[in-house]
């Protein structure tokens, strides 16, 4: 009663994935400066892999549990670190989200650095109490005694074309609401390999966010050694004059393609900005480019209400309010669950997206 | 007072009984003169401190602590331990309870794996119309799975899961319950489903998410859900489920209507804290519940010897003060023995029962999943073709005369057509309007999503041409 497999890939569904992604946005490789040394070709979760091995291999201490992280997780982004650095070091924990984070905090708390994973971003609440009342909150309480700041908490998460309610959902809100807590989201192989470096040797527990769209259909050329891109910095990835673009994640790969039809289809200049770490948040980038753009978009997956374009808005109307040209443009996911058979229509795309820009700069 | 003083003398013959300093200072605590004379230090303190305190709110302190009636203190004749919650004897080893000094919980069959029944008194007296039918719904399931597994390969639908190796479970087990009874479950439990009239229409709408599913298209496939027949809508994240169901059992159990509740979940799924909530529950507040474990042997890639060290899941039950019973997963009959009995117990006594199910998962996990990673395909095909509990329930159908090779080849065929043509209505129905994404957020719209709706549709209408209008039932239509 085996059904036969028609086909090797591990993880099928993830194909469908890069069907989808292909409609939705095109990744566009970029290419890491000179100084971090030779590359191998690397989608978005072997470059997970990578900086997990980089470090375990500097870090005598550093640990990585999680549910099925021994087979190499499944996305794989673990595969192979159990058979190079033993089962005391990459296993398997119960399954129980919980019992995870608070594992990780023990771990964290007695000084070695703990790497957990929890499977998907949607399962992370079971985890939400260790995380916000405990993890974000050792150092505070304990007068700097006690902290948890060598635990990263790696989750999956974002839309791939077909999650529905319980693999799609972007929490960083959540996370973003909780003082004492890192929340990281990278958009591409390169720069995750050296935000996951940063995360995990920070001194502060964080919560790093892979858009799981991207694990096998972003592939880049990611440096081979030990390097690190900094928090709470944001990436100006294409200057511009008109619209400031905000975003992180996988939204950066729909706001790119956003620029480009701005420019062709509207002769609107768009600066894009990759906020890169949600918590805390690097405010005066922002607000230096909409300083000069006097408009500002900012977009993400999550629903609206409360999403983190809210608090982005909020600040710079404030900051720069005699600068603005026009009311700060939010497009996000609507306030509803992420629908099965409606995602097309949930989605903050690149139309929506480009819509905005035409108000912007038209008001 | 007087009550208080009257009980002076048998506190003081406690003492004098008792040799344990433990038990001498549990009767200090409980002792009303010492209360007292702790509350008269405490108000002396007080006023020592020179916090301004009125006499008469002195009065009343004193007061209220001389009156709070004492607990009853029997006299303490029998050497016994008394400590809140236990039934122990005392003990002068110092011995540790030792997990593997216990032999295994013992597995509860029926049949033997040639469908032999081992003991005529466990047979259960079930007729030829059951029997068959059984045996045809699990075939049915098998089939559907055969084909909704494929047709996911070929990119039709986006996700499924198949129940291999546990339709004796699902099905004797559901056979065993009243139809009404309300099951909570994971998610590899459409057999319960099918069992009580699902219809193959139904199912397939559900995994295509097209217009006439129940669901309406809101969750991915396998996550069917039904009230008019008691199964509560699946929800991926795990374990969620089992503190629910010990609410509606509860909630049951005050409405006398005659039912329980049911609530399926994987030998992972119980790692859950979710889990040991329902179980404690369920427990002190006596709920007519069933707990299915379903231990299939892996939970994805992880095995159960890396989910727990207990002897199964069945282990804990007596922990919590919950009857329990392991059972083979793969013997039908079994199943649905202790399903009935469970059933009974629970209902008739308020209280929960804990039945685990052994039996392996013999597909992969699900269509993301390729199990080679993690298990060795002869593992796999041991079970498949050595304890499979679809050919052990054939062979004893056979035997009794109810099944043949004639009967099998009409009702494989037949089967299959319907399975095929189901799916090929499904196929060409039309996915939900649009707008429907907006639909049971709440009872009725918002204003913002009232707002959003509008903005959604306005925006698609004007811009048709970018999204998949062609697959979806009219926008404005829900
Ligand atoms: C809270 C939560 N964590 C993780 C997952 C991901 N997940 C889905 S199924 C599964 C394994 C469940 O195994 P088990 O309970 O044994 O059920 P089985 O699949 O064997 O029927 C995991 C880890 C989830 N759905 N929910
Ligand atoms: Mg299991």
Redesign the pocket.
């Given at each position: 009663m085996i059904v036969k497999r028609g086909l090797r890939s591990v993880l099928y569904a993830l194909r469908t994935d890069a069907r989808y992604a292909s409609t939705r946005f095109t990744f566009v490789p970029e290419v890491a400066p000179d100084e971090y040394g030779p590359t191998t070709k690397l989608n978005l979760f072997q470059s997970i892999n990578s900086a997990m091995d980089v470090a375990l291999s500097t870090d005598k201490t550093a640990i990585i549990f999680g549910?099925?992280v021994a087979f190499g997780g499944?996305f794989r982004a673990t595969i192979n670190l159990q058979e190079k650095y033993g089962k005391d070091r990459v296993f398997n924990t119960p399954?129980c989200?919980q019992g995870i984070a608070g594992f990780g905090i023990g771990v964290a708390a007695a000084g070695s650095t703990a790497i957990a994973e929890i499977?998907?971003a949607?399962?992370i609440f079971?985890a939400f109490d260790q995380l916000v009342n405990e993890a974000a909150k050792y150092r505070y309480r304990s007068g700097d005694q006690f902290d948890s700041g060598s635990l990263t908490v790696r989750s999956p998460y974002g839309a791939v074309g077909h999650g529905a309610l319980?693999h799609s959902q972007s929490p960083e809100a959540y996370f973003a609401h909780t003082a004492g807590l890192k929340v990281v989201i990278p958009r591409g192989p390169i720069q995750a390999k050296g935000l996951l470096l940063s995360c995990i040797r920070d001194k502060n527990p964080c919560v790093f966010f892979e858009p799981k769209i991207l694990y096998r259909s972003a592939v880049e050329n990611v440096p081979s050694g030990d390097y690190t891109v900094p928090l709470g910095k944001a990436d100006i990835l294409r200057k511009g004059t008109d619209v400031t673009v905000v975003g992180y994640g996988t939204q950066i790969h729909v706001l790119k393609e956003v620029a480009d039809m701005a420019q062709e289809k509207l002769g609107v200049s768009c600066e894009v900005i990759d906020l890169q770490t949600i918590l805390p948040w690097d405010a005066q980038a922002v607000c230096e480019s909409v300083v000069k753009t006097g408009r500002l978009l900012v977009s993400h997956e999550a629903p609206l209400t409360n999403g983190f374009a809210s608090e982005i808005a909020s600040y710079v109307q404030k900051e720069c309010f005699l600068n603005l040209e026009a009311p700060i443009e939010r497009v996000c996911g609507w306030d509803t669950p992420f629908p099965h058979s409606m995602e097309a229509f949930y989605l903050p795309d690149k139309w929506r997206c480009l819509d905005a820009v035409k108000r912007l700069s038209k008001y | 007072m007087r009550t208080s003083l009257r009980l002076i003398p048998s506190f003081y013959r406690g003492i004098q009984n008792v040799t344990n300093t433990c038990a001498v200072e549990r009767c200090m605590r409980d002792a009303p003169v010492a209360r007292l004379t702790h509350s008269r230090l405490f108000a002396h303190k007080v006023q020592e401190k020179e916090i301004p305190l009125e006499d008469k709110k002195l009065d009343d302190l004193i007061q209220k602590a001389e009156a709070s009636p004492p607990p009853a203190i029997e006299p303490i004749d029998i050497d016994k331990p008394r400590f809140p919650g236990s039934r122990s004897e005392w003990t002068e080893k110092l011995e540790f309870l030792m997990p593997e000094a216990y032999p295994g919980i013992p597995v509860y069959r029926v049949m033997d794996r040639k469908g032999l029944i081992r003991d005529a008194a466990q047979e259960p007296k079930l007729d030829e119309p059951t029997l068959v039918k059984m045996y045809q719904k699990m075939t049915l399931l098998n089939y559907m799975d055969r084909i909704l597994y494929e047709s996911q390969r070929q990119g039709r639908i986006s996700f499924y899961?198949t129940h291999f190796g546990?339709e004796g479970i699902l099905i004797g087990s559901a056979a065993g319950l009243d139809d009404k009874d309300l099951a909570y479950v994971?998610?590899?439990e459409a057999g319960v489903l099918m069992w009580r009239g699902f219809t193959l229409d139904q199912f397939m709408n559900q995994c295509y998410g097209n217009e006439e599913d129940l669901g309406k298209g809101k969750q991915m496939p396998v996550h069917y859900g039904s009230k008019e027949l008691a199964f509560v809508t699946v929800s991926?994240?795990?374990?969620?489920q089992m503190p629910q169901a010990v609410g509606s059992a509860y909630a049951y159990k005050r409405a006398q209507n005659g039912q329980i509740v049911i609530c399926y979940?994987?030998?992972?799924?119980?790692s859950?804290g979710d889990a040991h909530a329902a179980f404690n529950f369920s427990a002190t507040l006596d709920c007519p519940i069933i707990f299915f474990c379903?231990?299939?042997?892996?939970?994805?890639s992880?095995p159960t010897s890396q989910?727990f060290r207990g002897d199964g899941i069945a282990s804990r039950g007596p922990g919590y003060g919950i009857p329990t019973i392991r059972v083979d997963g793969n013997d039908t009959l079994a199943i649905y023995n202790v399903t009935k009995a469970a059933r009974d117990i629970s209902l008739q006594q308020n209280r929960p029962v804990l039945i685990e199910a052994m039996t392996y998962?013999i597909g992969h996990?699900?269509t993301s999943d390729d199990s080679s990673a993690y298990r060795s395909v002869d593992e796999v095909k041991h079970w498949d073709k050595e304890d499979n509990p679809i050919a052990r329930f054939r062979r004893y159908i056979t035997q009794k005369g109810y099944w043949n090779d004639e009967k099998e080849t009409q009702w494989k065929d037949q089967a299959k057509k319907q399975v095929m043509q189901a799916f090929q209505r499904a196929e060409h129905k039309k996915k939900p309007s649009p707008e429907e994404l907006f639909n049971d957020v709440y009872d009725e719209l918002p204003w913002h999503l009232q707002k959003q709706r509008k903005e959604m549709m306005d925006f698609v209408r004007s811009n048709p041409e970018h999204y998949p209008l062609k697959e979806h039932a009219k926008m404005g239509a829900a």
């Open positions: 549910e099925d499944v399954l989200e499977q998907f949607d399962y079971p319980y | 899961m546990e994971q998610y590899r991926s994240p795990l374990a969620t979940f994987g030998d992972g799924a119980a859950e379903r231990n299939n042997g892996y939970a994805i992880t989910q998962r996990h699900s």
